[in-house]
């Protein structure tokens, strides 16, 4: 008998054929043992919606793989609503417009699926929680009977890696998640307050965790990377599992939320150690050339990049780490960073020609890189010390 909290599914996946897809996804249901979890439940579906994207971006939950979730669905409940709390405002129009811009809209419609347009929130008790003992959680949440996680693998600027775990930070409201980033602007504790966040919901709803790897996101992600093809999809009662066999696949070690997650025992060591329910191994999807983040953290396991705060104290440490910078020549004065900063480090400012541009204000700055997260044109990148480049990082 096989536990299903010990196990992930995983499939060859090439393109996104909602019919394809669905067999899949019926397919790894059905081996991992979870064919009643559904049933008459109040299920609401957790997509990645980080901002408004286009599903060729693959920054966002990609709508044929709603669609299939959805047909799946609709047969075990009638109660289904999709919910999500972008990187930006938690609005009625903010939700609206994020919904129609990333694709999901026009899914819900066709199948006449509940989009979430309730924008409250409830404060939340979380006492196994390591960093953070409390959480404000956004109430279709918490209403749920079942969580179905549509997570997007990515790597990511700050954490290195985005999947399963990473994705329930949008169970946050709005900017709530910029409060979060300046309560916790270490790496670490940042990393470790995702861990209880990710605790909190797995204590208190089943969930089912359903990884696209199909196009995943390579470079600056989550939002600003480039597409790579992995063909996969990985699912699971437990996003710990499920994270561990998709950062496997990308080469990418050292993600915080996992180190905290095994060291909490919530998964093994390693993707070995999980048990995979495949015709493929994980090693079969692998790929040695994923590009990683602009960061200084390389996430890579034993490179001196990656031992940088040990190595140094405080002040040269921060010195030493990538800080973003505002592309002068892209930007185009939108506001969206100055309103994304946590620590409010970033102003509007008129230049010699008269124009608006993002100017940041570099010692104040916690470097969580939410204004490259969230700029909708590019214009923040990454800029690494320049002694770190003559190192070899």
Same mark, same amino acid.
Request: with cysteine; proline share 5%; aromatic share 6%.
């Given at each position: 008998?096989?536990?299903?909290?010990?196990?992930?599914?995983?499939?060859?996946?090439?393109?996104?054929?909602?019919?394809?897809? *669905?067999?899949?996804?019926?397919?790894?249901?059905?081996?991992?043992?979870?064919?009643?979890?559904?049933?008459?439940?109040?299920?609401?579906?957790?997509?990645?919606?980080?901002?408004?994207?286009?599903?060729?971006?693959?920054?966002?939950?990609?709508?044929?793989?709603?669609?299939?979730?959805? &047909?799946?669905?609709?047969?075990?409940?009638?109660?289904?609503?999709?919910?999500?709390?972008?990187?930006?405002?938690?609005?009625?129009?903010?939700?609206?417009?994020?919904?129609?811009?990333?694709?999901?809209?026009?899914?819900?419609?066709?199948?006449?699926?509940?989009?979430?347009?309730?924008?409250?929130?409830?404060?939340?008790?979380?006492?196994?929680?390591?960093?953070?003992?409390?959480?404000?959680?956004?109430?279709?949440?918490?209403?749920?009977?079942?969580?179905?996680?549509?997570?997007?693998?990515?790597?990511?600027?700050?954490?290195?890696?985005?999947?399963?775990?990473?994705?329930?930070?949008?169970?946050?409201?709005?900017?709530?998640?910029?409060?979060?980033?300046?309560?916790?602007?270490?790496?670490?504790?940042?990393?470790?307050?995702?861990?209880?966040?990710?605790?909190?919901?797995?204590?208190?709803?089943?969930?089912?965790?359903?990884?696209?790897?199909?196009?995943? +996101?390579?470079?600056?992600?989550?939002?600003?990377?480039?597409?790579?093809?992995?063909?996969?999809?990985?699912?699971?009662?437990?996003?710990?599992?499920?994270? =561990?066999?998709?950062?496997?696949?990308?080469?990418?070690?050292?993600?915080? +939320?996992?180190?905290?997650?095994? &060291?909490?025992?919530?998964?093994?060591?390693?993707? *070995?150690?999980?048990?995979?329910?495949?015709?493929?191994?994980?090693?079969?999807?692998?790929?040695?050339?994923?590009?990683?983040?602009?960061?200084?953290?390389?996430?890579?396991?034993?490179?001196?990049?990656?031992?940088?705060?040990?190595?140094?104290?405080?002040?040269?440490?921060?010195?030493?780490?990538?800080?973003?910078?505002?592309?002068?020549?892209?930007?185009?004065?939108?506001?969206?960073?100055?309103?994304?900063?946590?620590?409010?480090?970033?102003?509007? &400012?008129?230049?010699?020609?008269?124009?608006?541009?993002?100017?940041?204000?570099?010692?104040?700055? =916690?470097?969580?890189?939410?204004?490259?997260?969230?700029?909708?044109?590019?214009?923040?990148?990454?800029?690494?010390?320049?002694?770190?480049?003559?190192?070899?990082?």
């Amino acid at each position: 008998m096989i536990d299903p909290k010990c196990a992930v599914a995983l499939d060859r996946v090439t393109d996104y054929d909602a019919d394809v897809i *669905e067999a899949v996804i019926r397919a790894q249901i059905e081996r991992l043992g979870l064919e009643g979890m559904f049933d008459d439940k109040r299920v609401v579906i957790k997509p990645n919606l980080v901002m408004k994207k286009s599903p060729e971006a693959a920054a966002t939950t990609h709508p044929i793989v709603l669609e299939a979730m959805i &047909r799946i669905l609709k047969e075990r409940t009638s109660d289904i609503i999709i919910a999500e709390s972008s990187g930006g405002l938690y609005t009625r129009e903010t939700l609206r417009s994020v919904y129609r811009g990333c694709g999901l809209a026009e899914v819900a419609e066709k199948y006449g699926v509940t989009l979430n347009y309730d924008v409250t929130s409830r404060h939340v008790e979380a006492p196994s929680g390591h960093t953070s003992k409390m959480f404000d959680i956004i109430t279709p949440i918490l209403d749920a009977d079942v969580i179905v996680n549509l997570a997007k693998l990515k790597s990511h600027s700050l954490t290195g890696y985005s999947g399963a775990v990473k994705n329930y930070f949008g169970t946050v409201p709005g900017v709530t998640k910029f409060e979060m980033h300046a309560r916790f602007p270490d790496y670490n504790d940042f990393g470790s307050m995702l861990t209880d966040l990710c605790q909190l919901i797995l204590e208190t709803k089943p969930t089912f965790n359903l990884l696209d790897g199909i196009l995943a +996101m390579e470079g600056n992600g989550p939002t600003g990377g480039n597409p790579r093809k992995l063909d996969c999809l990985i699912s699971g009662v437990n996003p710990f599992n499920v994270d =561990i066999v998709g950062s496997s696949l990308i080469n990418v070690d050292g993600v915080i +939320m996992l180190e905290e997650g095994k &060291r909490r025992g919530f998964c093994p060591d390693s993707a *070995e150690g999980v048990t995979v329910l495949s015709l493929e191994t994980p090693a079969d999807f692998a790929v040695n050339d994923f590009e990683k983040p602009d960061t200084a953290r390389n996430f890579s396991g034993g490179s001196l990049l990656a031992r940088l705060p040990n190595m140094f104290g405080g002040r040269l440490n921060a010195w030493l780490q990538p800080r973003p910078v505002i592309n002068t020549k892209v930007c185009v004065g939108c506001g969206e960073c100055e309103r994304s900063c946590p620590r409010h480090t970033i102003e509007m &400012r008129t230049n010699g020609k008269g124009k608006k541009q993002a100017f940041i204000i570099d010692d104040e700055c =916690i470097k969580c890189y939410c204004c490259q997260e969230l700029c909708p044109f590019k214009a923040v990148k990454i800029k690494k010390n320049p002694i770190i480049k003559l190192i070899g990082g």
